[in-house]
């Protein structure tokens, strides 16, 4: 149904290398002034935030600076989750502007037998709601708390439409309408992949109430349209140590100006509600977007980025997605932190890991499981341990 939806939609799309464009990168290393950035105090002191303006005003949006509280209820308690591994709590989170309230719920799981203090990983779960006793009964690939938990890391997840529902018409449900107090977004105001990264750091924010997590070690996590939200989401929060972005694809890990598989115009028409309006207007003019996406990856730096693609799935292109991570190495370098430099793609279902950056490709198609995990726990295991 993918494909048949794919092929009847209106827009043609290319899986044909020979018909990528040529194409040239905007250099994170240079200022729109021109100036040459050559320090690490000047890229972040200088360009980052400049390159963060440019993202906020061309893609995801800029978040309101309306000030706000967050609090925290726990509404109920596992403490013997499997077996006495860990602990699991339900938490709402309640945003208060004035007397108005929002409300979204999560979970988080602590591994009990773990002496000092644990790292952890919030997943950005873009396709359903884990509540508590489902995810000590029902083992899912797509969210494997249990291995986390025996690796050592606490486990934190929401649903993104319970932060701002995945629906072009769902503003009004959403705490972009809350923050707005009910006015309709103002066209460089944050979209959803924003506030869903938004959501992650108030997940982090109650992390950080948690004596026994690590804050300096947490990690965001999301698959797809999640992908996307977890590096903005490290972007705009410098708390998150790493940034995984599984099977991301456009808007994500994956290099606009290659318009392989899904385009700029293809993802701003089905998913209108995602970018500001402003980044629909480079549909089919990608080689004149001021930034790429290889950008985004470098926001992260100095803290880590890992990366992750299927070989099935086209419509992310995977290529894209590597070459965005490569591209992004002259600013790690820069900050003083290695990052992988080769050009040429890991072999099929391997990893590679250089300094604070990782990426692997997977068979099989779009997704994230068991074997994506197990190479992602991986490179936690390096970069935080
Ligand atoms: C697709 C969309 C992608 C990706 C994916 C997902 O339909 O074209 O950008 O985000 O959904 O989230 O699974």
């Known amino acids: 149904p993918e494909l048949v939806k794919k092929l009847s939609a ?28 050559s320090s690490a105090s000047q890229w972040m002191t200088k360009r980052r935030p400049e390159l963060l303006e440019q993202f906020r005003e061309l893609v995801y949006g800029r978040r309101p600076d309306t000030a706000y509280q967050v609090s925290f209820e726990t509404t109920e308690t596992i403490e013997d989750a499997f077996d006495g591994l860990a602990t699991g709590r339900s938490v709402k989170a309640t945003v208060t502007i004035d007397q108005r309230t929002f409300s979204f719920p999560f979970v988080v799981f602590t591994p009990n037998r773990v002496a000092g203090k644990t790292p952890a990983v919030v997943a950005i779960n873009n396709r359903y709601f884990i509540p508590l006793e489902k995810a000590v009964s029902e083992p899912d690939p797509f969210w494997p708390v249990k291995t986390m938990l025996e690796r050592g890391y606490a486990a934190a997840t929401f649903y993104t439409s319970h932060v701002d529902p995945d629906n072009k018409n769902g503003y009004d449900d959403g705490i972009r309408a809350f923050f707005a107090d009910g006015k309709p977004p103002a066209d460089d105001a944050w979209r959803s992949l924003s506030a869903w990264g938004w959501g992650a750091s108030r997940v982090l924010d109650f992390l950080s109430t948690v004596s026994q997590i690590e804050i ?27 940034a995984y972005s599984n099977n991301s694809g456009c808007g994500g890990a994956a290099l606009s100006r290659r318009a392989y598989g899904e385009t700029v115009a293809r993802i701003t028409s089905s998913f209108p509600h995602w970018f500001t309006p402003q980044f629909a207007e480079y549909a089919d003019r990608e080689d004149e977007l001021p930034i790429d996406q290889h950008e985004a990856i470098a926001l992260v730096a100095p803290r880590a980025v890992y990366v992750a693609s299927s070989d099935e799935d086209l419509w992310a292109d995977p290529r894209g ?20 430099t080769e050009e040429t793609m890991p072999p099929l279902n391997s990893q590679r890991i250089v300094g604070q950056t990782g990426y692997h490709i997977r068979s099989g198609g779009h997704g994230l499981g068991q074997v994506d995990w197990d190479f992602f726990i991986a490179f936690m295991d390096t970069v935080l341990k």
């Open 216 to 242: 300096n070690r947490v990690a965001v996590v999301g698959h797809s349209r999640g992908g996307k939200a977890a590096i903005w989401a490290a972007a705009e929060d410098e708390r998150f140590a790493i």
């Open 10 to 37: 209106k827009r043609p799309f290319n899986y044909d290398e020979a018909k990528v464009p040529d194409y040239e990168l905007p250099d994170p290393l240079r200022m729109t002034d021109g100036t040459k950035v």
């Open 321 to 340: 997605e590597y070459a965005s991570l490569v591209a992004a190495a002259p600013v790690f370098e820069l900050v003083g932190i290695k990052s992988i």
